[in-house]
């Protein structure tokens, strides 16, 4: 038995298959009055015409309702670009500076001024520093105490008596006097050994240096003499009048006066040992080192950090612009795609030709479009969004930010010798 298909198609032999009909809730088209649905006619192409035109004009209202979103987005990356370059600026600036480049050179030159030591480094320091100020301190405070008694007890002044606080000042100048004697023994007495070891080493590579004074130390000794006889002589008159009130005591006043000047001695000479100004240099030339890596590292981290930012932002912008794209592009196509399911039902085709293969208007069967303006999807209005992300491009920041940290990370370097 032969029959013919719905859509006129050819000639089938065997069973006769007849379409079932299948609800389709979601018709575009409205085919009331329709006879014939195997030839489309021009009402039809005018249906399919309307629909498009309205998935078209859909796509550009959104498109036209995500400029403020991308507008937002826009600011955004011209913000974070603007913190990144700010940063970059500091590093840079930073490396003009070349606070790094003269901490490696006092760090070399330490370096190099100490090679030649060898066991004996001129750089350790005998005493500890901190030491030498807690002794000084402690002697300062017995011998201000100690003399401001001794003024109050031969002046006879009473606790009620301007005086007997004035009593105190000579006590207080004379521990001045004992850092300055430390300080000063301590500078002749570091020359002084200096020298002897220079001349018995007979070092090349060491000279002397030319803008070094040489050791004086009749000065300091004289000085540091006078300051703990003046302490010792009071000594001597505080154990007389103790030993007015103890007989016993009188007997024992060398000792008294001894124990009372060895605060004093020991504060004068824990500063003297203490002064070693190779181990002063070595320390600060440390300490510039640490505090230009300290300084390059807070300006290097902040500039990546804000060029991660700036990264985070810029790929929101891209897929703000992508999303907006494609749901312009989805409307025109689910459009498309109901009319062919419709052609389906139908049996039949249209004049239109689908699917797209540029989001604008089809083209009839074959036909070249045509140079009047058809409905197309102003994707136009996402080229300043593009621009702005071809503009502020993230790598072109980090190929400056990586020449920059190269360039400063390049000053902490030794140069080759």
Not at 93 to 114: E, F, N, P, Q, W
Not at 302 to 328: C, D, M, P, Y
Not at 340 to 360: C, K, M, N, S, Y
Request: glycine share 8%; proline share 6%.
């Amino acid at each position: 038995m032969t029959d013919t298909r719905e859509n006129g198609g050819t000639p089938m032999s065997g069973t006769v298959q007849r379409r079932i009909p299948v609800p389709y809730p979601h018709r575009t088209l409205n085919l009331a009055g329709q006879t014939d649905l195997a030839q489309p006619d021009e009402r039809l192409g005018d249906l399919e015409a309307a629909a498009l035109l309205r998935a078209f004009a859909a796509g550009n209202a959104s498109l036209i309702s995500a400029q403020d979103r991308l507008n937002a987005v826009c600011d955004e990356v011209v913000e974070t670009s603007r913190a990144v370059q700010l940063s970059i600026d500091s590093v840079l600036r930073y490396k003009s500076i070349g606070r790094a480049a003269l901490a490696r050179d006092a760090a070399d030159a330490v370096a190099r001024r100490h090679a030649q030591d060898g066991p004996e480094d001129r750089r350790r320091r005998p005493m500890w520093r901190w030491l030498s100020w807690v002794t000084v301190g402690l002697a300062a405070v017995f011998d201000t105490t100690f003399v401001g008694n001794l003024v109050q007890r031969i002046l006879g002044a009473g606790p009620g008596s301007l005086m007997y606080y004035l009593a105190y000042l000579p006590g207080i100048g004379m521990a001045l006097c004992l850092l300055a004697a430390g300080t000063v023994l301590g500078e002749h007495l570091f020359r002084r050994r200096g020298r002897i070891n220079h001349r018995g080493t007979r070092s090349r590579l060491t000279p002397w240096p030319d803008d070094l004074p040489p050791p004086r130390l009749l000065g300091p000794v004289l000085f540091t003499v006078l300051i703990v006889g003046l302490l010792g002589t009071g000594a001597y008159v505080r154990a007389v009048l103790a030993g007015q009130s103890f007989a016993r005591l009188a007997s024992l006043q060398p000792m008294f006066v001894v124990l009372l000047l060895l605060l004093s001695i020991s504060a004068i000479a824990v500063k003297a040992l203490s002064h070693n100004p190779y181990a002063d240099r070595a320390k600060d030339a440390r300490l510039l080192v640490e505090r230009a890596t300290r300084e390059s590292t807070a300006l290097v981290e902040q500039a990546r950090e804000s060029l991660a930012g700036h990264t985070r932002t810029w790929i929101r912008l891209k897929s703000t612009v992508a999303s907006a794209e494609g749901n312009a592009r989805r409307v025109v196509e689910q459009a498309c795609a109901r009319i062919l399911e419709d052609r389906w039902h139908r049996g039949a085709g249209g004049p239109l030709q689908l699917p797209l293969a540029v989001p604008r208007w089809p083209r009839e069967n074959n036909e070249p479009y045509p140079e009047s303006a058809l409905p197309v999807l102003e994707f136009e209005l996402l080229d300043y969004a593009r621009g702005i992300a071809r503009r502020y491009h993230p790598e072109q920041l980090e190929q400056t930010l990586g020449d920059a940290v190269t360039a400063l990370h390049a000053q902490f370097e030794l140069p080759a010798r």
